[in-house]
């Protein structure tokens, strides 16, 4: 059993901090600490445990084999601390800090703008929001709730539908003016259509004729972009043809920036928005709750005909 007067759960929160950040400075800045007291703090972790927890040969931050098994423990014990907290203490306003992973567009159209009533509403929880369309594990970066759109894989998260929306097929009046129309899906094969540079769930767009009759088509462009809100302004500059989630750009059609196209061939393919998180036995942190609840009475999303 370890020496009282040692805080080893707020050693492992700055270990944790670090790995998910990627550098002491950037932890420091999170923790509001300073970089010397982080240096310090990891070299008398790796004292009293005898092992080097990351490698500083490298110009990038890595853990080695025993840094990443205690990082890997170091997440379940502090989920376990809030487990505890929360078994212990059921009667206390949702408090302390919630992080929330959210792809980019969900997070500019939705998301944000419901913050200021959610931390009004519970002004004892601290978020801290990640935007990326990439996929995390939301165990290894210690986020607490993550907003994903399609179909969920097999995983030990929980999910909780939001709503639904659907892909549509545009691209500027300036794009089309220069490249013409397409007007069926073999048509795309003569356009520049926009990709994204991380593995998507589905990796060609599908199309149904009226004969009931599907085809899929690869996209193949000269730009890849990192999420959907970069595609849509890249579309909305007349870079080419992208295949976007109607909430994302709606604003645009209905303003004329953007075109929809190819509607005829509509594959009928409806994406469900849902909110995943991790529930230790069935239960989850108030904080965790509070959000979930908020989001689905405020959220108003559904996919048009």
């Known amino acids: 059993m370890g020496r009282p007067d040692l805080n080893r759960s707020g050693d492992m929160e700055v270990f944790v901090r670090i790995v998910e950040t990627g550098s002491f400075s950037a932890a420091a800045r999170a923790l509001r600490m300073t970089p010397s007291a982080i240096s ?43 487990a505890a907290e929360l078994e212990i203490s059921p009667g206390v306003a949702p408090r302390g800090i919630l992080r929330v992973n959210v792809n980019v567009a969900f997070g500019h159209h939705y998301f944000l703008p419901l913050v200021p009533e959610f ?22 970066v210690r986020a607490d709730v993550a907003i994903r759109t399609g179909p969920l894989r097999a995983s030990r998260l929980v ?25 069926k899906p073999s048509d795309l094969t003569k356009h520049n259509l926009l990709g ?21 088509v690869a996209p193949q462009g000269n730009v890849l972009v990192s999420d959907g809100d970069a595609m849509r302004r890249l579309a909305v500059a007349g870079g080419g043809i992208a295949r976007l989630l109607e909430y994302e750009v709606r604003p645009d059609i209905e303003a004329g920036r953007l075109v929809p196209l190819l509607e005829g061939y509509g594959a009928g393919d409806v994406e469900p928005v849902h909110a995943v998180f991790v529930a230790q036995d069935g239960k989850m942190p108030a904080r965790v709750r509070a959000l979930l609840d908020f989001m689905v009475a405020n959220v108003e999303l559904s996919a048009r005909s």
């Open 40 to 82: 310090k703090l990891i070299t008398r972790l790796e004292a009293r445990l005898g092992v080097r927890l990351f490698d500083r040969s490298t110009r990038k931050l890595q853990l080695t084999p025993e840094g990443t098994l205690f990082h890997e423990r170091s997440v379940r014990v502090l989920r376990e601390l809030d």
């Open 119 to 140: 931390l009004v509403l519970y002004p004892q929880i601290k978020l801290e929001v990640m935007l990326t369309d990439a996929v995390v594990d939301l165990l290894a």
């Open 196 to 216: 994204f540079t991380f593995v998507r769930h589905l990796k060609a767009w599908r199309f149904v004729d009226r004969a009931a009759r599907s085809t899929t």
């Open 159 to 183: 999910a909780r539908k939001l709503g639904e929306t659907r892909p549509i097929v545009v691209a500027s009046p300036e794009y089309l003016e220069r490249h013409g129309t397409p007007r």
